[in-house]
Protein backbone atom coordinates (compact mmCIF):
# COMPACT_ATOMS: atom_id res chain seq x y z
CA UNK A 1 0.00 0.00 0.00
CA UNK A 2 0.95 3.74 -0.17
CA UNK A 3 0.84 6.63 2.19
CA UNK A 4 1.02 10.33 0.49
CA UNK A 5 3.13 12.95 2.88
CA UNK A 6 2.25 16.21 2.64
CA UNK A 7 6.25 17.39 2.20
CA UNK A 8 7.93 19.31 -0.31
CA UNK A 9 10.92 18.44 1.77
CA UNK A 10 13.01 15.71 0.03
CA UNK A 11 14.48 15.17 3.34
CA UNK A 12 11.67 14.72 4.97
CA UNK A 13 10.15 12.98 2.27
CA UNK A 14 13.21 10.24 2.83
CA UNK A 15 13.01 9.70 6.19
CA UNK A 16 9.55 8.82 6.23
CA UNK A 17 9.96 6.43 3.16
CA UNK A 18 12.88 4.63 5.10
CA UNK A 19 10.53 4.21 8.14
CA UNK A 20 7.05 3.21 6.11
CA UNK A 21 9.45 0.38 4.23
CA UNK A 22 9.96 -1.43 7.28
CA UNK A 23 6.22 -2.45 7.21
CA UNK A 24 5.96 -2.61 3.41
CA UNK A 25 4.32 1.05 2.65
CA UNK A 26 5.40 2.98 -0.44
CA UNK A 27 5.66 6.72 0.24
CA UNK A 28 4.61 9.23 -2.06
CA UNK A 29 5.07 12.88 -1.10
CA UNK A 30 3.82 16.48 -2.72
CA UNK A 31 6.78 16.19 -5.22
CA UNK A 32 4.82 13.40 -7.11
CA UNK A 33 2.05 16.03 -7.41
CA UNK A 34 3.52 19.14 -8.74
CA UNK A 35 -0.23 19.63 -10.06
CA UNK A 36 -1.57 20.59 -6.71
CA UNK A 37 -2.32 23.86 -5.40
CA UNK A 38 0.45 24.93 -2.60
CA UNK A 39 -0.79 25.17 0.93
CA UNK A 40 0.61 28.87 2.96
CA UNK A 41 1.89 27.72 6.21
CA UNK A 42 0.01 31.07 7.81
CA UNK A 43 -0.04 29.45 11.12
CA UNK A 44 1.43 30.42 14.58
CA UNK A 45 1.98 26.82 16.14
CA UNK A 46 3.66 23.86 14.78
CA UNK A 47 0.07 22.05 14.96
CA UNK A 48 -1.60 24.81 13.43
CA UNK A 49 0.64 24.62 10.11
CA UNK A 50 0.28 20.63 10.25
CA UNK A 51 -3.32 20.92 10.33
CA UNK A 52 -3.38 23.44 7.46
CA UNK A 53 -0.71 20.82 5.44
CA UNK A 54 -2.71 17.69 5.62
CA UNK A 55 -6.26 19.24 5.39
CA UNK A 56 -5.70 21.09 2.21
CA UNK A 57 -3.81 18.51 0.60
CA UNK A 58 -5.98 15.77 2.13
CA UNK A 59 -9.40 17.67 0.54
CA UNK A 60 -7.05 18.05 -3.03
CA UNK A 61 -5.83 14.43 -3.37
CA UNK A 62 -9.39 13.28 -1.70
CA UNK A 63 -6.76 10.46 -0.15
CA UNK A 64 -5.38 10.11 3.54
CA UNK A 65 -2.35 12.39 3.98
CA UNK A 66 -0.04 12.60 6.99
CA UNK A 67 1.76 16.16 7.59
CA UNK A 68 4.90 17.24 9.56
CA UNK A 69 5.50 20.70 10.62
CA UNK A 70 8.59 20.67 12.66
CA UNK A 71 11.72 23.01 13.48
CA UNK A 72 14.70 23.79 15.89
CA UNK A 73 13.86 25.74 19.12
CA UNK A 74 16.60 27.17 20.56
CA UNK A 75 16.60 28.58 24.45
CA UNK A 76 19.40 31.30 24.44
CA UNK A 77 17.03 32.54 21.56
CA UNK A 78 13.31 31.77 22.88
CA UNK A 79 12.82 28.96 21.17
CA UNK A 80 13.38 30.82 17.80
CA UNK A 81 13.61 29.88 14.67
CA UNK A 82 10.41 27.67 15.66
CA UNK A 83 7.47 27.55 13.46
CA UNK A 84 9.84 29.65 11.11
CA UNK A 85 13.10 27.55 10.65
CA UNK A 86 12.46 26.77 7.30
CA UNK A 87 12.31 30.67 6.49
CA UNK A 88 14.58 31.58 9.06
CA UNK A 89 16.67 33.68 6.26
CA UNK A 90 14.04 35.10 4.22
CA UNK A 91 11.85 33.39 2.34
CA UNK A 92 12.94 30.35 -0.23
CA UNK A 93 14.08 28.06 2.57
CA UNK A 94 17.62 27.93 1.91
CA UNK A 95 19.43 25.58 4.29
CA UNK A 96 22.85 27.10 4.06
CA UNK A 97 21.58 30.60 4.83
CA UNK A 98 19.22 29.36 7.51
CA UNK A 99 22.66 27.78 9.10
CA UNK A 100 24.75 30.90 9.21
CA UNK A 101 22.16 33.30 10.47
CA UNK A 102 21.50 30.31 13.23
CA UNK A 103 25.14 30.59 14.06
CA UNK A 104 25.24 34.18 14.05
CA UNK A 105 22.48 34.67 16.36
CA UNK A 106 24.64 32.56 19.01
CA UNK A 107 27.96 34.18 18.43
CA UNK A 108 28.02 35.80 21.50
CA UNK A 109 26.11 32.80 23.20
CA UNK A 110 28.99 30.00 25.40
CA UNK A 111 28.74 26.65 24.25
CA UNK A 112 27.07 25.39 27.48
CA UNK A 113 23.85 27.65 26.96
CA UNK A 114 23.22 26.62 23.16
CA UNK A 115 20.69 24.35 24.54
CA UNK A 116 18.10 23.21 22.02
CA UNK A 117 15.43 21.32 20.98
CA UNK A 118 14.00 19.43 17.58
CA UNK A 119 10.35 19.61 17.73
CA UNK A 120 7.59 18.06 14.95
CA UNK A 121 3.99 17.82 15.20
CA UNK A 122 2.51 15.10 12.80
CA UNK A 123 -0.82 15.27 11.45
CA UNK A 124 -2.84 12.70 9.86
CA UNK A 125 -5.79 13.77 7.87
CA UNK A 126 -8.42 11.86 6.04
CA UNK A 127 -10.73 13.97 2.95
CA UNK A 128 -13.06 16.59 4.31
CA UNK A 129 -12.91 15.45 8.41
CA UNK A 130 -10.84 17.56 9.88
CA UNK A 131 -12.41 16.46 12.99
CA UNK A 132 -10.60 12.92 13.22
CA UNK A 133 -7.28 14.14 12.73
CA UNK A 134 -4.54 12.13 14.96
CA UNK A 135 -2.11 14.54 16.02
CA UNK A 136 1.16 13.69 17.83
CA UNK A 137 4.47 15.37 18.54
CA UNK A 138 8.26 13.98 19.29
CA UNK A 139 11.17 16.16 20.48
CA UNK A 140 14.94 15.69 20.81
CA UNK A 141 17.13 17.36 23.02
CA UNK A 142 20.47 18.55 21.94
CA UNK A 143 22.55 21.64 21.70
CA UNK A 144 23.97 23.29 18.91
CA UNK A 145 27.52 23.35 17.96
CA UNK A 146 29.94 25.45 16.50
CA UNK A 147 31.31 24.30 13.56
CA UNK A 148 29.08 21.52 11.45
CA UNK A 149 29.81 17.51 11.60
CA UNK A 150 28.27 14.78 9.28
CA UNK A 151 27.20 14.58 6.00
CA UNK A 152 23.96 12.59 6.81
CA UNK A 153 20.47 13.91 6.83
CA UNK A 154 19.35 17.48 6.23
CA UNK A 155 18.44 21.03 7.18
CA UNK A 156 19.96 22.09 10.24
CA UNK A 157 21.49 18.50 11.34
CA UNK A 158 25.36 19.31 10.58
CA UNK A 159 24.60 21.51 14.02
CA UNK A 160 22.56 19.96 16.43
CA UNK A 161 24.33 17.57 18.61
CA UNK A 162 21.78 14.62 20.49
CA UNK A 163 22.00 15.13 24.56
CA UNK A 164 23.97 12.20 25.90
CA UNK A 165 25.41 11.64 22.76
CA UNK A 166 28.82 12.83 21.10
CA UNK A 167 27.08 13.02 17.33
CA UNK A 168 25.24 15.38 15.43
CA UNK A 169 22.01 14.22 13.55
CA UNK A 170 24.21 14.38 10.22
CA UNK A 171 26.62 12.44 11.91
CA UNK A 172 24.05 9.65 12.59
CA UNK A 173 22.64 6.56 9.72
CA UNK A 174 18.83 7.29 8.76
CA UNK A 175 18.45 4.27 11.36
CA UNK A 176 20.42 6.00 14.40
CA UNK A 177 18.86 9.45 13.88
CA UNK A 178 15.24 8.03 13.22
CA UNK A 179 15.74 6.40 16.89
CA UNK A 180 16.28 9.06 18.48
CA UNK A 181 14.90 12.29 16.53
CA UNK A 182 11.77 14.25 16.60
CA UNK A 183 10.17 12.59 13.80
CA UNK A 184 11.33 9.31 14.67
CA UNK A 185 9.58 10.02 17.87
CA UNK A 186 6.23 10.85 16.99
CA UNK A 187 5.58 8.52 14.18
CA UNK A 188 6.25 5.77 17.03
CA UNK A 189 3.39 7.41 18.74
CA UNK A 190 1.28 7.65 14.97
CA UNK A 191 2.00 3.95 14.96
CA UNK A 192 0.17 3.30 18.29
CA UNK A 193 -2.41 5.53 17.68
CA UNK A 194 -2.92 3.39 14.34
CA UNK A 195 -2.25 0.27 15.74
CA UNK A 196 -5.06 1.17 18.44
CA UNK A 197 -7.42 2.08 15.79
CA UNK A 198 -7.51 -0.79 13.96
CA UNK A 199 -7.88 -3.33 17.41
CA UNK A 200 -11.10 -1.39 18.14
P1 LIG B 1 7.14 21.00 4.09
O1 LIG B 1 6.39 22.11 4.79
O2 LIG B 1 6.85 20.93 2.64
O3 LIG B 1 7.01 19.69 4.79
P2 LIG B 1 9.51 22.45 5.01
O4 LIG B 1 10.95 22.15 4.88
O5 LIG B 1 9.04 23.82 4.66
O6 LIG B 1 8.73 21.34 4.15
P3 LIG B 1 8.70 22.92 7.75
O7 LIG B 1 7.79 24.03 7.39
O8 LIG B 1 8.22 21.92 8.76
O9 LIG B 1 9.06 22.06 6.47
O10 LIG B 1 10.09 23.54 8.21
C1 LIG B 1 10.98 22.75 8.91
C2 LIG B 1 12.35 23.42 8.96
O11 LIG B 1 13.15 22.71 9.91
C3 LIG B 1 13.11 23.33 7.64
O12 LIG B 1 14.07 24.38 7.59
C4 LIG B 1 13.82 22.01 7.75
O13 LIG B 1 15.00 21.95 6.97
C5 LIG B 1 14.14 21.96 9.23
N1 LIG B 1 14.06 20.58 9.71
C6 LIG B 1 12.93 19.85 9.93
N2 LIG B 1 13.23 18.62 10.32
C7 LIG B 1 14.57 18.56 10.35
C8 LIG B 1 15.47 17.53 10.66
O14 LIG B 1 15.07 16.31 10.97
N3 LIG B 1 16.77 17.81 10.61
C9 LIG B 1 17.21 19.03 10.27
N4 LIG B 1 16.44 20.05 9.92
C10 LIG B 1 15.11 19.81 9.98
Not at 102 to 121: D, G, I, K, M, Q
Amino acid sequence: STVVVATKNAGKAREFAAMFAKDGITVKSLLDFPELESVAETGTTFEENARLKADGYARQLELPVLADDSGLQVDALGGQPGVFSARYAGDGHNDAANNAKLLSELSEVPAEARTANFHTTLVFAKPNHPEQDLVVDGDVLGRIVGIPRGDNGFGYDPFFEVEGTDQTLAEMTADEKNAVSHRGNAMRQLEQLWRDWYSN
